[in-house]
């Protein structure tokens, strides 16, 4: 992960807190979602928490990527003319140790990216079908089942959250009605008001992220069974 990127996401975040006096995560993320509309780009505080939770905290699974006329936008906000100034005024001496810039001449480089252009050029020729690779995928809930969805498409035009394709996932998890539900075969989730959703396959409930319990006989006898008669 860029390092810079996490430091820029963590210092407009910090910026958000003193203009806003809000300490919570959600709440910087809506206010800097109205000031970045103010300023002309407009971005869901959704979106705002997923670029937090992945830059800052680490969370790779989440599918969201910080564009350059966002990254200008967030350096501008925090007081800087542009993101490359950030980039020239954010890059200290023990963090290029961490983070090496390559010094090497100019010559060297052009010769490099010469040498690397000839090459790609070549074995693009000979092996062209082997090289050839399917865009990443990423899959969102659409309330039954998940779907394939662009890893591009704005978190605006979907209901739920956009995560990495996971194929067991995909193809396993589905949400279950009533005279699908199996003992030992089933999960279930107690959702507000009481409710309980049954699902075909563990792991995390796609909306709340509540770990799923496997149908007992006991859930099977009591909420299930009554219904079916």
Known sequence: MNYLHKKLVKRVFEEAQVKSGKNSKSGQAEYLSNQFEELGHQI???????????????????????KPELLEFMAKYIGYDSYEDFVTNNTTPSEKQQNPVKTKSKYFNLE?????????????????????????????WNGEKYEVVSCDISEVEVPNDIIIYDATIYKKQHKLSLSEVKVGM??????????????????????????????TPYMFNKYVKPNLE
């Open 44 to 66: 869901t505080s959704r979106t705002f928490t997923s670029i937090y939770n992945k830059y800052v905290l680490g969370n790779e699974a989440r599918a969201v990527t910080l």
């Open 186 to 215: 089933s999960y279930y989730c107690k959702m507000n008001k009481g409710a309980i959703e049954f699902y075909a396959y563990f792991g995390k409930h796609p909306v709340t992220k509540e770990h799923l319990k496997p149908v």
């Open 112 to 140: 490099r990216i010469v040498l690397y252009s000839l090459l790609a050029v070549i074995l693009g020729g000979l092996c062209y079908s082997f090289f050839l690779k399917k865009e990443p995928k990423c899959m969102t």
